[in-house]
């Protein structure tokens, strides 16, 4: 039988993995966990020139490209301001980021994520 290879996470992919599992409870509605297609969002791709979403950054957190919590608050924010570039201020989903930005913003204050990186230094 050929054995999975059961590859230990890192700590600072365990700490990444508990932020975007955290971050993502903030959006119940899972609006944000797979990437747009220009089907759901006529015209996404011409639009948004940094499609985000938490699906890409878990796979982001796997392949070991996140050097530091601050780039994935990075790539939060460009998933959350994608939705209120692209969606009208009256919609659910140009809502729905900005309430998630505002509650993201407080999970990945400076200071937590300070201590989260001497944490693991
Ligand atoms: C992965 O993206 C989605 C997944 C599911 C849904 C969804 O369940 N929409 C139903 C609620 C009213 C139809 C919406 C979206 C969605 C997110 C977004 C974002 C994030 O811009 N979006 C924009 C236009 C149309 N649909 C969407």
């Known amino acids: 039988l050929n054995k999975v290879e059961e590859k230990e996470l890192t700590p600072l992919q365990e700490a990444l993995s508990q932020l975007i599992r955290r971050l993502q409870r903030k959006d ?58 692209y969606n009208k201020p009256e919609t659910i989903y140009h809502k729905a980021a900005r309430k998630l930005l505002l509650s993201g913003m407080k999970i990945l204050r400076p200071e937590r994520l300070e201590s989260l990186r001497q944490s693991i230094e």
């Open 28 to 85: 119940p509605s899972a609006f944000f966990s797979f990437p747009m297609t220009d089907l759901i969002a006529p015209g996404y791709s011409t639009i948004i020139k940094r499609p985000m979403d938490f699906g890409a950054m878990k796979e982001k957190v796997k392949n070991e490209y996140y050097e530091s919590p601050e780039e994935l608050k990075v790539d939060f924010r460009i998933m959350c301001e994608n939705a209120m570039i």
